[in-house]
């Protein structure tokens, strides 16, 4: 089992910066990459951007150029630098980690991003 917890959402002015943090507890050892999701109401969950052990991370066309994913290996964390952000950045931003072995995923409670003037 893999736990997760999120901080540091908020709110943000358009154009502004935010930077969340995702820090994993329990069986870390098996986990092959982490990486962010964000959901509005009525939609479905949608990939945000990812950083798996080996390989370069990979972002959603939407926040390419604007967000910035890193992983800190070694404290079992996962970062997201939000730069210029926009309204349809709102959302619940969950933190999940991904094990390949038996493809299990685990996610974080969720952490509000509000994107408004």
């Known amino acids: 089992q893999v736990q997760l917890v999120e901080s540091g959402g908020g709110l943000a002015q358009p154009g502004g910066s935010l930077r969340l943090s995702c820090f994993a507890s329990g069986a870390t050892l098996n986990i092959n990459a982490m990486g962010w999701y964000r959901q509005t109401p009525g939609k479905q969950r949608e990939f945000v951007a990812n950083a798996p052990n080996a390989g370069s991370p990979f972002y959603q066309d939407s926040v390419k150029g604007r967000f910035i994913i890193t992983r800190d290996r070694a404290r079992d964390a996962v970062f997201l630098q939000m730069n210029s952000l926009k309204p349809e950045d709102t959302g619940t931003y969950y933190c999940?980690?991904?094990?390949?072995?038996?493809?299990?995923?685990?996610w974080g409670q969720g952490i509000q991003v509000t994107v408004s003037s």
């Open positions: 999940g980690a991904h094990i390949f072995r038996d493809d299990s995923r685990y």
